[in-house]
């Protein structure tokens, strides 16, 4: 019921946007986030964006780099990444619930090279 997409293979100072849809909830009352797993690495908080008034958190390490979106009338949420750097090679986890993650996608994996 989540559906991420936009990985890929880009170079170091290259740019993506992922894009996770959701289906079947009322996503547009959820909050909505982004996680990673790095290779060897566990999962991390990346960024979230609540549905009230659309506030965002970031990992500190992302922040000005990465920006998280969201368009509820598309029940999408998007991770606009810039600048990236070989450390952001990982597996992108969309997720979502009313006041925690409680539903997860499959991973969009970004791969930058230097």
């Known amino acids: 019921q989540l559906q991420a997409s936009g990985g890929g293979l880009v170079q170091a100072g290259g740019s993506l946007r992922l894009s996770c849809v959701a289906s079947?909830?009322?996503?547009?009352?959820?909050?909505m986030g982004w996680f990673r797993r790095a290779p060897g690495k566990e999962r991390e908080f990346v960024a979230r964006i609540d549905w009230i008034a659309g506030n965002t958190y970031y990992l500190d390490s992302v922040k000005g780099q990465f920006a998280i979106s969201r368009d509820n009338a598309k029940n999408t949420v998007y991770l606009q990444m810039n600048n990236l750097k070989p450390e952001d090679t990982a597996l992108y986890y969309c997720?979502?619930?009313?006041?925690?993650?409680?539903?997860w996608g499959q991973g969009t994996l970004v791969t930058v090279s230097s």
């Open positions: 079947g909830r009322a996503f547009s009352r959820y909050l």
């Open positions: 997720a979502a619930g009313p006041n925690r993650f409680d539903y």
